[in-house]
């Protein structure tokens, strides 16, 4: 059994995957470590999987697992773990935003008995919008997710082989990976690195796209949103009912007058846009329960390291 797997999802990454190898295997070579490197295709549209042939037709010790489509991070991710055969699987971007050089001390501290080792990034030289809106997000899905996720611990971690068969274990088709590390439990210690821009290439995450994953964060584990929607319902309710006695005490007092528009017109917009939200909350849920309800694969494998012949079927 090999001693460490790399898991590597790499999405348009040409540019920078080379380099990442070679950063990569100069970190672990001098380790003393038996390894094995896995890296995922997520239906890169440039020459990814390319690089990835050569790679592994060059070096035993490479892996690759090719996408049919893009799949999101998360796909790949599972993909990579479920590829990965080590007693100790890392899971690292390819950016070279995740510096190799800190494998070894993920292992050294795996050895003393972790199951979980993080390695948590600072946020040097983000922009200030984007880490105070990171920092507004941390402390909303602390109060409302029952799992633990700090700021800045991603999923540049080491895991034990039996924290993989957990995650493995786990048959939710949303996946929301953050919060799975933290649900599985383990012991798990972190330390943290000096935050680095990406080597080349570009972000795959626009303003859109961390929004929706944040969104999916806070639903994924709970239905506590949804509580919430009830309780707002309930006090609006009862705000009314005062309100219409006030109405009933005051027509009864004073006779009929005319009734102001703009009263009626604020009350209508505003219970109608906190319906629209709580709607939309439990529209969410509905539409996970639907998602899951059709226990789709998570993907669908175009090519592998053992099959460059296309495989038409997906990976179970
Ligand atoms: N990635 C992926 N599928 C996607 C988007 C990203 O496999 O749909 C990979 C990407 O190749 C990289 C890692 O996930 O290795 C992190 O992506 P990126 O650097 O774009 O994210 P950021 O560092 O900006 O959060
Ligand atoms: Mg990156």
Sequence with gaps: MVQLSVVVPCFDESEVIDAFHTALLAALVPAHVSFEICYVDDGSSDRTVEHLRALAAADPRVRYTSFSRNFGKEAALLAGMRAAKGAAVVLMDADLQHPPELVPRMLELHRQGYDQVVAQRDRTGEGAVRKAFSRAYYRLVRRFMDVEIADGAGDFRLLSRRAVECLLALPESNRFSKGLFSWIGFDTVSFSYRNVQRAAGSSKWGGRRLLNYGIDGL???????????????????????????????????????????????????????????????????????????????????????????????PER
């Design 219 to 313: 639903l994924s584990f709970n239905t506590r949103p949804l509580r919430l929607a009830i309780h707002a319902g309930l006090w609006l309710f009862l705000s009314a009912v005062l309100y219409a006695l006030w109405i009933v005490a005051n027509a009864a007092l004073d006779g009929v007058e005319t009734p102001g528009y703009a009263t009626l017109i604020t009350a209508i917009t505003a219970l109608g846009g906190i319906q629209i939200a709580i709607l939309g909350v439990i529209g969410e849920y509905v539409g996970r329960i639907y998602h899951e309800a059709k226990r789709r694969p998570h993907y669908v494998v175009r090519e592998t390291d053992r099959s460059a012949a296309p495989v038409r079927r």
